[in-house]
């Protein structure tokens, strides 16, 4: 079992540049791929950005790409999204996802109770 605990959510302003972090227990954190997934009100959850285990890969979706940086720290068993210049459009519950070596789709097997982040214009 690998257990996953958001947190850095909240309500910001438009323009503002938040870090989302997410710490990992239970397992052998460098094994897994991580992702950070969101879901706003009415839509489907989506893949934001994904980080493999060795960290020579990173994805983003189309909304996130030049503005959204995943990173992870080993040493800290934690896994981060810098998200910069946030809309209105970037609020959503924001969760953390695991899965072993890297994320291929959008059924991780590991997640993260989620955490909201609120963009007011």
């Known amino acids: 079992q690998v257990q996953l605990v958001e947190s850095g959510g909240g309500t910001v302003q438009a323009g503002d540049s938040p870090r989302l972090s997410c710490a990992a227990s239970?397992?052998?954190?460098?094994?897994?791929?991580m992702g950070w997934f969101r879901q706003a009100p009415g839509k489907e959850r989506e893949l934001v950005a994904a980080?493999?285990?060795?960290?020579?890969?990173?994805r983003y979706a189309d909304s996130a790409k030049g503005r959204f940086t995943i990173s992870r720290d080993d040493a800290k068993n934690t896994v981060y999204l810098q998200m910069n210049s946030l809309k209105p459009e970037d609020t959503a519950v924001y969760y953390c996802?695991?899965?072993?070596?890297?994320?291929?789709?959008?059924?991780?097997?590991?997640w993260g109770q989620g955490t909201q982040v609120t963009v007011s214009s």
């Open positions: 980080i493999s285990w060795t960290r020579r890969n990173t």
């Open positions: 996802a695991a899965d072993p070596y890297i994320i291929t789709t959008i059924t991780p097997k590991y």
């Open positions: 239970g397992r052998t954190f460098s094994d897994y791929g």
